[in-house]
């Protein structure tokens, strides 16, 4: 069963969002090491979560058009 050309970008770009999202989460926890992620390093961790979901949602505006 072959995919079609669309369906093959639409895949590949929520891949691209997605490993973006872990990068910055790995790069969040790397750089928020004391410790743990208290005060500072949580508030970026859920300023990072709530970046993917808004990314996330114009990817799929975009890719829906």
């Given at each position: 069963?072959?995919?079609?050309?669309?369906?093959?970008?639409?895949?590949?770009?929520?891949?691209?969002?997605?490993?973006?999202?872990?990068?910055?989460i790995v790069?969040?926890?790397?750089?928020?090491n004391d410790?743990?992620?208290?005060?500072?390093?949580?508030?970026?961790?859920?300023?990072?979560?709530?970046?993917?979901?808004?990314?996330?949602?114009?990817?799929?505006?975009?890719?829906?058009?």
């Amino acid at each position: 069963m072959a995919l079609e050309a669309e369906m093959r970008r639409k895949i590949l770009v929520s891949v691209v969002a997605v490993g973006f999202f872990i990068a910055l989460i790995v790069g969040v926890g790397a750089t928020y090491n004391d410790g743990g992620l208290a005060g500072s390093g949580g508030l970026v961790l859920v300023g990072t979560i709530a970046l993917f979901v808004l990314v996330m949602a114009v990817v799929g505006f975009l890719l829906d058009r």
